[in-house]
């Protein structure tokens, strides 16, 4: 990378920390306990519209995984999402009536908040829908990755996200507050994952899934980005760049090895498809909030009407870690 | 006669105590050596709470960085109070904070015991070990090493590089032979009393300090001086990855742990509450009563590596994209591509699947969907038939169809009415085996029922594109198994090549093919292709077809499907 580029990446950096400084004034604190966040503390970053029904399952899976504490940003949400966050003790969440689009997706936002409080902190960033799997996640905690991270001196950890849907139509289990979603949405595509390399960023782009086999047979090239890097060391000069697809400074995007070997990484379960997904998709068109024009949520909307199913005869059924790192779409690297 | 107990700790103090407890309830005299850097505050804790043990003593402590002296000076200053204190030790163990022992302390006195002369200490020269991290074995000895490797890295690596220039070397001592190893020893008190008091020790310390990693050569060094009995190997169960940092353990390791037959193990996670609960509390229960099985943890930690320098041929994924040259297998298995093939047979694909038993593709590249055995609309891993899916990364497409069908041979037709993207990554993939009859294509043109003028164009397009796959496959670069037959050539004498090629694919035992496909009629065909030459479209691929070889051929037709003994 010559040294023009990497001026400009500085100056896009620059000007997207002070995008997050500006956009800080757009949130209004429901419930700040940020003061108890410990030296060492893994925190874990959200923001959402409308997904109470989903926040208890959520808040339970990763507070036995060892989040220690959350920071949620409140989109103007209308169920109540913000009044119930508020009320736990572990959460800080803010409230944001501001355009989602016009803060990058949230992003900025989230930007503001990690520069303020994740310096220093080993910092899962997330959606309510995205629950994070790790090598050994069934026996060892989150704090053993972080550790072992910081032993190997690895400042992020990649995982992809993964699309869970379940068999049959996908309104046809209704979701229960508090379930596990994995219990509806169990099947995922398991080898149909196209890569290529951003010089730009020096971050992988990963497309495929089942997002691109239904809904982008045709234009596979629209079909959304699946690479991710949700969890970092963060330093204050860090910023996201583009949802938690990549950051910068670029180095933190270098999360695969290029000679051979695997490095650790994990697997974001999406579990996007479930009953509830209609309405958020009928709801998204209107509002028209989401990236590149909603493009995706077009397209869910057109194929969901005659055939909601996603399940097709070589879906694999979600097991463990293990399937998915002999599977390949994860890996232990020399983590053992 | 007992054992003594130095212990080096800088964090995870209170696992540090609670392993002293354990060593001085078993009667072993422990001497601790904290890191300078932990604050004092914390340290007077630490301390204060392992007070009201007579046996625990505290060194003085230096500032331990990794790859620095400050760990050496610990071990000496530990080592020499023990001896001084503790007169009824024999042997000094040294561990770290983070050991965990796995075995009944009386045991391992008891082993001792039984060895009173023996020093356990991993040690060898530089030439024969291959463990050293960046590339300095023998120069750890006779470079200097101001710059810490951690934190300024760069300087560290430019200003080795500048000794190497300019051909700098430090004289090792005399009578000296540098030995490296584990740094986790146990050595008698003649042989560590010989290293502490020898008369040259200032300056054996004076050079060492200069070193790189002194730690892992300091005593290795000079045990080889003094001792009269060295076994080579560390009493400390202690595995490295690759960039030599200690493996850490685990609660999911307890029963590999419990089988190792190991006195001692590093590192252990200090959260890891099991291990240090059965190990610690529960010591004549934790290690018996399975068969030992230590290498176990050695095949575990040595795949750990070998995944993270090598990893998996043929997978392309989140955390491994190799460059070219890097992958270790571009496929993760063979396969073979055959061109030509169902053009010229009538139905080589069925009988292909039952000659081989592989799962046999039509025209995976096909322009307008990806022919699936069986004409599926989903493959394994649910691998989609969408043309421009395919299309959008080609050879994603390929190395996803070859991994997720691991175990099962891949076979697939192509064609120049395909599309070629994949050509090139095809010839380069030493797993692909490449079948061409070249000119085949012209088959189905004889055989279709078009105008001429289009059957000219198409014959040139298709033509000009085999000619430049037919350059892609002999390009040096190709590392496919390739084979190109002219049409002319090859129905000459069909059988020979068709056994070659099921030869190799070989899943079935070796023997003669007792059934051929069928292949196409090709009356008339010469003069087809003397048609195209008339029209000024000379078809070159399939090589010489004379017009009169036809018509002496006629009286043969027309053609059974043939057996061949």
Redesign the interface.
Known sequence: MGAWQSYRLRLKRRRWRIRAFRKRREMQPLANRTSRIKPGDILLFCTLRNEHIRLPFFLKYYREQGVNHFLFVDNDSTDGSGDYLAQQDDVSVWHANASYKKSRFGVDWLNWLQMRYAHGHWCLTVDPDEFLVYP?CD???L??LT??LD??SIKSF???LLDMYPKGRIDEQPYRIGQDPLEIANWF?????????NHNFGN?W???G?R??VF??????KAPAL?KIPLVKWHRSYVYASSTHMLLPRGLNL???????????GVLLHTKFLDTFAAKAAEELTRNQHYSASVEYKAYAASLQDNPELW?????KYINWRQLEIL????????? | MTVGIVMLVHTALGRAEQVARHWAASGCPVVIHVDKMVPKKTNDAFVKALSDLPDVLFSDRHRCEWGTWGIVAGSQSASELMLEKFPQVRHVYLASGSCLPLRPVQELIDYLADRPRTDFIESATTADVPWTVGGLDHERFTLRFPFSWKKHRYLFDRYVNFQRKIGYRRRIPRGIVPHMGSQWWCMTRQTLSAILQDPDRESYDRYFRKVWIPDESYFQTLARQYSTNIESRSLTLSKFDFQGKPHIFYDDHLQLLRRSDCFVARKIWPHADRLYEVFLTDAAGAMKRTEPNPGKIDRIFAKAVERRTRGRPGLYMQSRFPNYGWENGMTSGPYSVFQGFSDLFEDFEPWLAKATGARVHGHLFGPKRVEFAGGESVMNGALSDSAAIRDYVPAAFLTNLIWNTRGERQCFQMSPRDTQDAAEFVAKDPNAQISVISGAWSVPLFKSNRNFADIRKEAAKLQRIENDFLDIMRNPNAKARVRIWTMAEFIEAPMEPLQTIIDEIGHRALRRLSEVPKMAELAGFGQFLQNLKNQGMHPYLMGDFPVARDTSQNPRKPRKPYLVQ
């Open positions: 050994f026996t060892r905690p704090r053993a550790d072992w032993a190997s990649a995982a992809m595509d398991a080898g149909n994952y196209a890569i290529s390399k992988l990963i497309q495929g089942p691109s086999r982008f047979p045709d234009k596979p090239a690479n999360v695969y090895d290029e000679w051979g070997g695997e490095k650790a990484s097709c005869k070589w879906s694999e390949g779409l994860m890996s232990k690297g020399n983590w053992a």
